[in-house]
């Protein structure tokens, strides 16, 4: 088993920049394919970005594509969001997951751990 503590989320104005974090704990963290989620009030938990066990691949929701940053350290055992260029509809809840088996994936269901999520509030 793998424990998910995220961190980073907070207010900031359109345009702006946050950078999530979320520490990870328990089992060998490389084991996993690490993913962010989002969900927002009213709507469903979708897909933001993934990233393979070595970091030698990422995928992005096209939403996020040239603004999100997924990144990771192993030794360090912690998985990072890096965002630009924030707008309103950024606003959400987000959630940082981890995948025990096979490749990235954007279906949250395929997912095994979760954590608590972070709020990211983006005002015009």
């Known amino acids: 088993q793998v424990q998910l503590v995220e961190s980073g989320g907070g207010l900031v104005q359109a345009g702006g920049s946050l950078r999530l974090s979320c520490a990870a704990s328990g089992r060998t963290f490389s084991s996993y394919v690490m993913g962010w989620f989002r969900q927002a009030p009213g709507k469903e938990r979708e897909f933001v970005a993934a990233i393979r066990r070595t970091g030698s691949y990422t995928d992005y929701a096209d939403f996020v594509k040239g603004r999100f940053t997924i990144s990771r350290d192993n030794a360090k055992s912690t998985v990072y969001l890096q965002m630009n260029s924030l707008n309103p509809e950024d606003t959400a809840v987000y959630y940082c997951?981890?995948?025990?088996?096979?490749?990235?994936?954007?279906?949250?269901?395929?997912?095994?751990?979760w954590g608590q999520g972070t709020q990211v509030t983006v005002s015009s």
């Open positions: 997951a981890a995948k025990d088996y096979g490749l990235e994936s954007v279906e949250p269901s395929e997912y095994d751990y």
